[in-house]
Nanobody, 123 residues
Framework: VQLQASGGGLVKAGGSLRLSCEAP????????IAWFRQAPEKEREFVGL????????RYTTSVKGRFTISRDNAKNTAYLQMNSLKPEDTAVYYC?????????????????WGQGTLVTVSS
């Protein structure tokens, strides 16, 4: 599946952004969608995931209560709503997809990746 992430930009601390992850394939609903991020000189980090029908959602601790993942399978799109952004959220954000039902948080488990979208949060 081909993924395209979009929606990044520059925002002040406390602001909000919504990222989108779109796939043209009709089989989008077969995939778990995850969001990862990578800050300069840091390892790629798991942010959250949503299962195929949107019933199971997981977040890393640092974004709980601030970020919300959702999906619209009819539009072949997943979303990452980011509120109360902090400078430490600055990173390139990637969406990724995997089949099966294992709710993996490790990047190694994901077979398909979008190109990344840059989020910069100024203080």
């Amino acid at each position: 599946v081909q993924l395209q992430a979009s929606g990044g930009g520059l925002v002040k601390a406390g602001g909000s952004l919504r990222l989108s992850c779109e796939a043209p394939e009709r089989t989008f609903s077969d995939y778990i969608i995850a969001w990862f991020r990578q800050a300069p000189e840091k390892e790629r980090e798991f942010v959250g995931l949503i299962d195929q029908n949107g019933r199971e959602i997981r977040y890393t601790t640092s974004v709980k209560g601030r970020f919300t993942i959702s999906r619209d399978n009819a539009k072949n799109t997943a979303y990452l709503q980011m509120n109360s952004l902090k400078p430490e959220d600055t990173a390139v954000y990637y969406c990724a997809a995997k089949e099966s039902f294992y709710l993996a948080t490790g990047a190694v488990y994901y077979d398909f990746w979008g190109q990344g979208t840059l989020v910069t949060v100024s203080s």
